[in-house]
């Protein structure tokens, strides 16, 4: 069974710090990429998958055709529900989990914990302080390598193309811009206080673009509007 390549992989976020300065990242590979790489080494004729509810629980079966032992080499795995599309995707999980059993994916076991700074524009802070990268922010693999059957270097960019994560690839150099901190807003909202102009507010606005989604920044840049306005 081939390694799969960095396009066959995902990046999904999987945790977000509570205050925002880091995200833990999981690689994953979906379903389709496992029907391609069954097609690719076996043909489309060369096996079969069904699934059928045991206890309650959905499994799935791949079998997959044994020239010299002329029959079928059955795999199978149980699914968890999605919170999406629940049947679905627990058919769906089901499928990738069986795909591993037969090989497919299953060196990213060996991935590392991966972690990365974030950014103040990554984020959106709520009005309950709860903290949550933007829509917008995405991670994909762009390198990987493997050795032994473990991942043995590993790049991961951003939506913006900007590396964020590097095992192992000293050409592909993270970016370690500082993430912005309590302290940096603080700073901010001092100076939005001691601010003596519409237009110095303004200024402040444009230039400090890592708060411009925050809504304490916001609010008290209102608030100190209002009140030089008087």
């Given at each position: 069974?081939?390694?799969?390549?960095?396009?066959?992989?995902?990046?999904?976020?999987?945790?977000?710090?509570?205050?925002?300065?880091?995200?833990?990242?999981?690689?994953?590979?979906?379903?389709?990429?496992?029907?391609?790489?069954?097609?690719?080494?076996?043909?489309?004729?060369?096996?079969?998958?069904?699934?059928?509810?045991?206890d309650?629980?959905?499994?799935?079966?791949?079998?997959?055709?044994d020239?010299?032992?002329?029959?079928?080499v059955?795999?199978?795995?149980?699914?968890?529900?999605?919170?999406?599309?629940?049947?679905?995707?627990r058919?769906?999980?089901?499928?990738?989990?069986?795909?591993?059993?037969?090989?497919?994916?299953?060196?990213?076991?060996?991935?590392?914990?991966?972690?990365?700074?974030?950014?103040?524009?990554?984020?959106?802070?709520?009005?309950?302080?709860?903290?949550?990268?933007?829509a917008?922010?995405?991670?994909?693999?762009?390198?990987?390598?493997?050795?032994?059957?473990?991942?043995?270097s590993?790049?991961?960019?951003d939506?913006?193309?900007?590396?964020?994560?590097?095992?192992?690839a000293?050409?592909?150099?993270?970016?370690?811009?500082?993430?912005?901190?309590?302290?940096?807003?603080?700073?901010?909202?001092?100076?939005?206080?001691?601010?003596?102009?519409?237009?110095?507010?303004?200024?402040?606005?444009?230039e400090?673009?890592?708060?411009q989604?925050?809504k304490?920044?916001?609010?008290?840049?209102?608030e100190?509007?209002k009140?030089?306005?008087?």
């Open positions: 069974m081939r390694d799969l390549n960095a396009d066959e992989i995902d990046c999904r976020p999987q945790m977000v710090a509570k205050d925002g300065t880091w995200a833990s990242l999981l690689l994953y590979t979906n379903a389709r990429v496992g029907m391609n790489m069954l097609d690719e080494l076996y043909g489309p004729t060369g096996w079969q998958r069904t699934h059928e509810l045991i309650g629980q959905l499994f799935c079966t791949i079998e997959i055709w020239n010299e032992k002329h029959c079928w059955k795999k199978q795995d149980v699914g968890k529900t999605s919170d999406i599309e629940k049947e679905k995707g058919a769906s999980d089901a499928f990738k989990r069986a795909c591993t059993n037969v090989g497919i994916g299953r060196t990213l076991y060996s991935s590392p914990h991966i972690f990365v700074n974030l950014y103040a524009d990554d984020i959106t802070t709520y009005g309950n302080g709860s903290i949550r990268l933007k917008k922010v995405s991670f994909a693999v762009k390198s990987i390598s493997y050795k032994n059957n473990v991942i043995d590993l790049v991961i960019i939506n913006k193309g900007n590396v964020r994560y590097s095992l192992n000293p050409d592909d150099k993270v970016d370690n811009k500082k993430p912005t901190n309590s302290n940096e807003l603080e700073n901010a909202l001092q100076n939005i206080k001691m601010a003596t102009t519409v237009e110095e507010l303004a200024k402040m606005f444009n400090l673009t890592m708060f989604s925050n304490t920044f916001i609010s008290a840049l209102s100190r509007k009140q030089l306005k008087k």
